[in-house]
């Protein structure tokens, strides 16, 4: 079930667009933006993104940071609340190129990766690449596709490449996966691996929109739909010289002994808790906040303000006790230092 109102994208089929597989720059050769650019360019992107969403800021900004730590972001809701519109919203946006796939019970991992397939004029195989080849990639309810063909991004999510027949094959940078889950289903959907899970950077969620908000949204798609008409006000290499300037945010030994404490709290005190990744996911995203914010260095608030996003969908707990007050618990117990 795709999502259906105004906010959403209606078009249940694969989009696929051109892209050069093979066209990368390493990050070596990218001139960082300055702070202020990045604060700026990042606002520019969200008020473009609220020409078509209203009453998601948050979302989207969650998924700026996302991209901007070089991550991946699951969200999950009902159906019609906006999932799919927010991500083409946020591509359009960026000038990226974007592909969306519709997750079914009976997709297969080539139709996500790609396929070697028999050139018989040339008598040679040829790869032809799935939709992952994409700076963004919106798999739309990937919970209702088998474990089988979920697995099929936990390469390409940790290592931004796809391996067919022993042949690696690099996804276009930037490269995020934005996944939808439907919640409410669950005798009709998949349980999504551990493994595929802790690649999420970050999991979140949109709700419904109050009264004003769902009566300016109404008000905005009684003709056209305003994703008709966006355009993006940024660029992929925008994007990509905001990403070395958040690599380069200042990370003190200080705040990355207290990340490891809080990693350690939650793996003492839950049946699984953050792994060495999500520990990394948290730094990685904490430094993007702080550019947003405007600084080149990383405080604990940047760190408290990222956290539940990051870290709850990773933590198992006994069924009398919620992942998220874990975490609570974990910034009540280790102290700041």
Same mark, same amino acid.
């Given at each position: ?31 960082? !933006?300055?702070? @202020?650019?990045?604060? #700026?360019? &990042? &606002? ?33 809701? +009902? %159906?019609? +609340?906006?999932?799919?519109?927010? #991500?083409? $919203? ?18 297969? %991992? ?34 209702? #596709? ?59 969620? !949109? ?21 008709? $008409? ?23 030994? *200080?705040?990355? *002994?207290? +990340? ?7 793996? /003492? ?16 995203? #904490? ?8 600084? /080149?260095?990383?405080?604990?608030? @940047? ?13 198992? &707990?006994? /069924? ?5 007050? +874990?975490?609570?618990?974990a910034l009540d117990e280790v102290p700041i230092e």
């Open positions: 079930m795709t999502d259906t109102n105004a906010n959403t994208d209606t078009d249940t089929s694969t989009e696929t667009n051109t892209i050069d597989i093979d066209s990368r720059v390493s990050s070596t050769d990218r001139d960082p !933006l300055a702070v @202020d650019e990045v604060a #700026a360019l &990042t &606002t520019r992107i969200i008020d473009n993104v609220e020409r078509v969403i209203v009453g998601h800021r948050n979302a989207a900004e969650d998924i700026l940071i996302t991209m901007l730590a070089r991550g991946h972001l699951l969200l999950e809701d +009902v %159906p019609g +609340v906006g999932k799919t519109m927010l #991500a083409r $919203s946020i591509a359009t946006s960026l000038e990226c190129s974007f592909n969306r796939v519709q997750f079914t019970p009976d997709l297969l %991992p080539p139709d996500v990766t790609g396929v070697n397939v028999f050139d018989q004029q040339q008598q040679v195989f040829e790869f032809q690449p799935g939709p992952v080849f994409a700076n963004v990639v919106l798999g739309d309810e990937i919970n209702r #596709a088998p474990p089988k063909t979920q697995a099929a991004l936990l390469e390409v999510m940790a290592e931004q490449q796809v391996t067919v027949d022993g042949e690696t094959h690099p996804v276009p940078d930037p490269f995020t996966v934005i996944a939808t889950q439907n919640d409410i289903e669950p005798t009709q959907t998949y349980d999504l691996p551990v493994a595929e899970v802790d690649r999420f950077t970050k999991q979140i969620q !949109l709700g419904y929109p109050n009264e004003a908000e769902e009566t300016e949204l109404l008000g905005r798609v009684a003709g056209h739909h305003p994703i008709e $008409s966006l355009e993006a006000v940024a660029t992929v290499e925008d994007v990509n010289r905001a990403r070395e300037t958040v690599a380069a945010t200042t990370v003190s030994e *200080s705040v990355r *002994s207290y +990340v490891a404490q809080l990693a350690g709290y939650t793996r /003492d005190n839950a049946r699984l808790g953050v792994s060495p990744r999500g520990a990394i996911a948290l730094v990685r995203v #904490a430094q993007a906040r702080a550019v947003f914010e405007g600084r /080149d260095f990383v405080i604990p608030d @940047d760190i408290h303000a990222e956290i539940h996003p990051t870290w709850s969908h990773r933590i198992q &707990t006994a /069924d009398t006790v919620d992942s998220a007050h +874990v975490v609570d618990n």
